[in-house]
């Protein structure tokens, strides 16, 4: 059964980065099928997509976000990524990782329980 | 970029009810349409793709519909466990350019 675990600082200071690592278990990260998303929620808001990165390093991003994400993958170690730079209190999230089979029009089917992030000196 | 809305925002239903949600994009989307439900502290879980194609595990009282802008996802009858916020997510340029409404939440009346 794959697995997404999502890993990382749960607080982050202003204007600093904010790193998050998902780890894949049950399954490989490689296989052609799947692209590999990060997705976000606010505290009481909706969903917002982030980005989302192919096993090869294509990468795809939410324009709003661009100047400021960058998804990585690391398939030795089975994981991927993001990275978000100068962050403020409106970056104060709720992080999922997810995966985006090819073959479901979109749809991401399995995802990670969620890493609270918040953005506080 | 293409912009998702939902409605209603709310809805009040009892167990049972056949219950309705709409959905809308901005402009044509084809069927690159999904639909999730997510409970309090906890991730959202897929139920519908390619618009109306059923998620596997996922209960047959839930069906989507729709093509192009205008789609619907209907629960039946309405069980206890169905109570949670709903969300549509368009991905007509997948992988890239996706985008969520901004969800409907269904609570006990």
């Known amino acids: 059964q794959l697995q997404l675990q999502e890993s990382g600082p749960g607080l982050v200071k202003p204007s600093e980065t904010l790193s998050l690592t998902c780890t894949v278990s049950?399954?490989?990260?490689?296989?052609?099928?799947?692209?590999w998303g990060w997705i976000r929620q606010p505290p009481g808001k909706g969903l917002e997509w982030i980005g989302s990165?192919?096993?090869?390093?294509?990468?795809y991003y939410n324009p709003s976000l661009k100047s400021r994400v960058t998804i990585s993958v690391d398939t030795s170690k089975n994981q991927f990524s993001l990275k978000l730079s100068s962050v403020t209190a409106a970056d104060t999230a709720v992080y999922y990782c997810?995966?985006?089979?090819?073959?479901?029009?979109?749809?991401?089917?399995?995802w990670g329980q969620g890493t609270t992030v918040t953005v506080s000196s | 970029d293409i912009q998702m809305t939902q409605s209603p925002s709310s809805v009040s239903a009892s167990v049972g009810d056949r219950v309705t949600i709409t959905c809308r994009a901005s402009?044509?989307?084809?069927?690159?349409l999904a639909w999730y439900q997510q409970k309090p502290g906890k991730a959202p879980k897929l139920l519908i793709y390619?618009?109306?194609s059923l998620q596997s595990g996922v209960p047959s009282r839930f069906s989507g519909s729709g093509s192009g802008t205008d789609f619907t996802l209907t629960i039946s009858s309405l069980q206890p466990e169905d109570f949670a916020t709903y969300y549509c997510?368009?991905?007509?340029?997948?992988?890239?350019?996706?985008?969520f409404g901004p969800g409907t939440k269904v609570d006990i009346k």
């Open positions: 997810a995966r985006q089979p090819y073959d479901i029009w979109g749809g991401m089917d399995v």
């Open positions: 049950g399954g490989s990260i490689s296989s052609s099928s799947y692209y």
């Open positions: 990165i192919y096993y090869s390093g294509s990468t």
């Open positions: 402009q044509g989307i084809s069927s690159w």
């Open positions: 390619a618009a109306s």
């Open positions: 997510q368009q991905a007509n340029s997948f992988p890239s350019l996706v985008t």
